[in-house]
């Protein structure tokens, strides 16, 4: 799922850049972000950098995610079992919805 975001020379707009620098905070990786957003890994990198973000150290949660329309996402919410076991948070990326959840790493 690529969304054209910016053309040569062009200013990103800053809702991208904040969704950005919000996924590199919930534990994604510059390549992942790159090819969720379509934006450069290194513009991604150049963001933390001035913004000065800091991921959490040694969390025991790993997130995954899954990119849905708006019915997928709600056949997915119905399921009880889909919702439980794990902290969750939904954000718009474009006209599609990207659900991030952590699960605990077992031990």
């Not at 972000?33 to 934006?39: H, K, P």
């Amino acid at each position: 799922y690529f969304f054209t975001v910016q053309k040569p020379g062009k200013q990103i707009d800053n809702y991208y850049v904040v969704k950005a620098l919000q996924l590199y905070l919930e534990g994604i990786s510059y390549r992942e972000i790159e090819r969720i957003l379509g934006i450069s890994h290194v513009s991604v990198m150049n963001w933390v950098r001035k913004y000065k973000i800091h991921p959490p150290e040694n969390y025991d949660y790993h997130p995954t995610y899954k990119i849905f329309n708006h019915q997928e996402l709600s056949e997915f919410m119905q399921n009880s079992s889909n919702l439980k076991g794990a902290g969750m948070i939904i954000t718009e990326i474009g006209d599609k919805f990207m659900l991030i959840k952590w699960e605990r790493f077992k031990k």
